[in-house]
């Protein structure tokens, strides 16, 4: 067994030893917001988003200011079939300008106060050197696998050992964020062919169709739109992906980046640190990230439901519910980022409104049974 493989078995056995949410500190939290001057679960799902991250932590103080946004990048062999309308050379481009500060990520998450970080887990092309230092640029985490993924269609995506190597840079990760005491995380991609292997993943796990999960990604038109669901389907008989065996998935049909969110979710989890999901990639993490460590959607947060038709049926098969629906389909992290403005208004709530007691206003009345 190798180092890697090691790791991941101690991550997945940190998570199972969790158990569920913490229940002493959701019914602290529950109290708090049943005290509060209005009617019970007024606020709504502000309010049981605060009860979750209680359970996620185990802490119904938790304030969440030290936050981050890990990005992960990578490229896909099956951009040769032409399934998206963009070129290969846009991942490393956009790589670039994350590095600048330049992309819709680094707007948004500057505005909710978290870094963001780039993982070049197999970007296949050159990432350049770039000086930071301007608002809102992102860091680089050089560790790629390799210079993309092989072509899915013609054979396994890469080898099962480079899966495992992905999801072990995932954990690694993850680790770091918990050394640097991050309290959130939102995670997000970037990979030009990465909602084919998304939707290859979907349909592998969930058993439902290539046509249902399949959507047009970067903007395809109706001819590149059925031929990517060809495609799809097309890998998976190829590589009959067992989703019994979630590394299989996504040695099979997935994606370098993919991975590596893949390790980041069970790592984050098994730390006790609250994961944002972005859009339908990182749903396809994390549906292998749940079959691999029993727990983990429950201590993920579901950011917003992009237009893709996979993600609802991702949302669906992991049970949660979305916080926001922007018709959003960039990806990169940005729903996750928009979910952290929500996450300060449930602790704002929590800890800033007037109980009853406090503010000498009338409780609910007591009512007999009859």
């Given amino acids: 067994m190798t180092a890697e493989a090691r790791a991941l078995d101690r991550a997945i056995e940190r998570v199972v030893t969790l158990g569920g949410l913490e229940e002493r500190a959701m019914a602290v939290t529950s109290g708090r917001l049943d005290a509060l001057t209005k009617p019970r679960g007024s606020l709504g799902r502000l309010e049981t988003l605060a009860i979750q991250l209680a359970g996620i932590t185990g802490d119904p103080s938790a304030t969440f200011g030290h936050r981050a946004i890990v990005v992960a990048a990578a490229d896909h062999g099956v951009v040769r079939q032409r399934v998206s309308a963009y070129p290969a050379d846009v991942t490393p481009q956009m790589v670039a300008n994350f590095l600048v500060g330049g992309a819709a990520i680094n707007v948004l998450a500057a505005r909710v106060g978290a870094t963001v970080s780039v993982v070049d887990a197999g970007v296949a092309g050159d990432v350049p050197a770039v000086a930071t230092g301007a608002t809102g640029a992102a860091s680089l985490i050089r560790a790629a696998i390799r210079a993309g993924t092989d072509d899915m269609t013609e054979g396994p995506a890469m080898s099962r050992d480079e899966a495992v190597r992905s999801i072990g ?3 690694d990760v993850a680790a770091v964020l918990e050394r640097e005491g991050i309290e959130l995380v939102g995670i997000g991609e970037m990979g030009i062919g990465n909602t084919t ?7 592998a796990m969930t058993g439902v169709p290539p046509e249902r999960v399949t959507g047009r990604g970067t903007g395809v038109d109706d001819a ?5 669901i060809e495609i799809v389907a097309r890998a998976l008989a190829q590589n009959a992906p067992d989703p019994a065996d979630p590394i299989g998935v996504l040695a099979a049909v997935g994606g370098f980046e993919i991975g590596v969110l893949v390790g980041l979710i069970v790592g984050a989890a098994g730390a006790r640190i609250p994961v944002i999901l972005d859009g339908f990639i990182t749903g396809a993490a ?3 990230a749940a079959a691999l460590a029993p727990g983990v959607a429950s201590r993920c947060i579901a950011g917003h439901r992009s237009v893709e038709p996979g993600h609802a049926v991702v949302l669906e098969r992991l049970g949660l519910q979305p916080l926001l629906e922007l018709d959003l389909r960039l990806g990169e992290g940005t729903g996750a980022a928009l979910a952290m403005s929500l996450v300060d208004a449930a602790i704002a709530i929590r800890d800033g409104m007037a109980t009853f007691e406090s503010a000498g206003v009338a409780g609910p009345e007591a ?4």
């Fill in 224 to 228: 590149t739109h059925a031929h990517k």
């Fill in 286 to 288: 994390a549906l292998l």
């Fill in 169 to 171: 840079v995932g954990l």
């Fill in 367 to 370: 009512t007999e049974p009859v």
């Fill in 197 to 203: 292997a998304a939707s290859a993943i979907a349909s």
